[in-house]
């Protein structure tokens, strides 16, 4: 369990609460260190009197105030705390707010409560009562040497103590170029609110914290793993020269923006998606390399013709292989022909066996009829 940083209680009225504070966060950043560019060792600090340059361990450090130039008053820590020893020692709550009045803005570090010995009874009529009420408790509470403003707030069956910034602590937005809602500039149209509305609700959905996770963080480490695996881990990878970006219009055509988020199609097309809808070309016959080829492959069939008796089809046999017996010697067509020459040899090679076809189709009949 983790050290508790601060015990004191919280107050209000003649309530009394026995409290220990612990951390509420913990900062998973990387822990880069600084080394030297030349050999890389790490490179440290030092505690130094800056009179005699001999490093000072923390045993011998006290704080102090320095009233005038070179002149200190010396605060130890029993002084802090006589100072104020309520304020050190207490949680004063001052009233009871909405949670809903305090800006997002003014919250800054919170820190769990956990009551103290033999206070666990007043701790849960405090709790159920913030509760109850719909309330948060705003407090002065004084953490290590400074005093905060704080807002005790019921965070599931704990008081979450989140500090405050005081309100001279928040910069002014007066010098920053903020829209104003009657400018021109930020005018809104009722459709664009509208697409905007439509959006938000679209990706509206319950607050599950156990999805969002350092992403960054993750493939550093993923670099880190592949510089180790790859043996670069003394490599120092420069930067890549900047290439000129080209400038940006400031024109924003917001409706088009809007309609790509909600998944429609902007109202203007680009010239490309015409093409998309094209049926595919068709693919052409490869034409033979040579004439030798196109007199050696038979023929295409032809459309399938109604069925024939079996005596007409064995004639109609017998001419094919007549007229394709006679045409076999006839090569006269020169070996490499243009495309347009070699359709015109089909066509009268077609045209030949039509011929041939016919011709011998009547003596077939005739020797049969006899």
């Not at 998973?28 to 600084?34: E, Q």
């Not at 130039?69 to 020893?85: H, I, Q, T």
């Not at 666990?120 to 009529?125: F, G, N, S, T």
């Not at 420069?238 to 790509?260: G, Y």
Request: with cysteine; aromatic share 6%; glycine share 4%.
């Amino acid at each position: 369990m983790a050290r508790s940083m601060w015990k004191g209680a919280i107050s209000f009225g003649l309530v009394h609460i026995p409290v220990e504070m612990y951390p509420a966060v913990s900062d998973n950043g990387l822990d880069l260190n600084m080394l030297d560019r030349r050999d890389f060792s790490p490179i440290g600090f030092k505690r130094y009197n800056k009179n005699t340059g001999k490093e000072v361990s923390w045993d011998d450090i006290i704080k102090g105030y320095e009233y005038s130039d070179g002149e200190y008053v010396v605060l130890s820590d029993e002084d802090l705390r006589r100072a104020n020893p309520e304020a050190t020692q207490t949680i004063d709550i001052l009233a009871f707010v909405n949670a809903e009045q305090v800006p997002l803005i003014y919250y800054e570090q919170p820190y769990y409560l956990a009551p103290g010995k033999g206070g666990d009874k007043v701790y849960a009529l405090l709790r159920e009562t913030l509760r109850d009420v719909g309330k948060i408790g705003i407090a002065n509470v004084v953490i290590r040497v400074k005093q905060h403003l704080a807002a005790l707030v019921c965070v599931g069956d704990t008081i979450v103590l989140n500090t405050l910034r005081y309100p001279d602590e928040i910069r002014p937005t007066d010098e920053l170029k903020i829209p104003d809602a009657d400018s021109k500039a930020a005018q809104v149209t009722e459709k664009e609110l509208q697409m905007a509305r439509a959006l938000v609700e679209g990706m509206s959905e319950k607050w599950k914290p156990q999805q969002y996770h350092d992403t960054y963080r993750e493939d550093i480490m993923a670099l880190i793993k592949k510089k180790i695996a790859a043996n670069q881990t003394k490599t120092i990878t420069e930067p890549e020269p900047e290439q000129d970006k080209p400038a940006k219009s400031n024109v924003i055509d917001l409706v088009s923006l809007l309609q790509a988020s909600l998944g429609k199609k902007p109202a203007r097309a680009a010239p490309d998606d015409d093409d998309d809808d094209d049926p595919p070309p068709r693919k052409s016959r490869k034409p033979a390399d040579d004439e030798d080829d196109a007199d050696d492959t038979p023929p295409p069939r032809a459309r399938k013709a109604p069925a024939r008796s079996s005596a007409h089809a064995s004639a109609g046999t017998a001419s094919k292989r007549t007229g394709a017996a006679a045409k076999a010697p006839a090569k006269t067509a020169p070996k490499r022909t243009t495309a347009a020459a070699k359709t015109a040899t089909a066509a009268k090679g077609t045209a030949a066996k039509s011929t041939a076809a016919s011709t011998e189709k009547a003596p077939a009949r005739r020797r049969k009829a006899a």
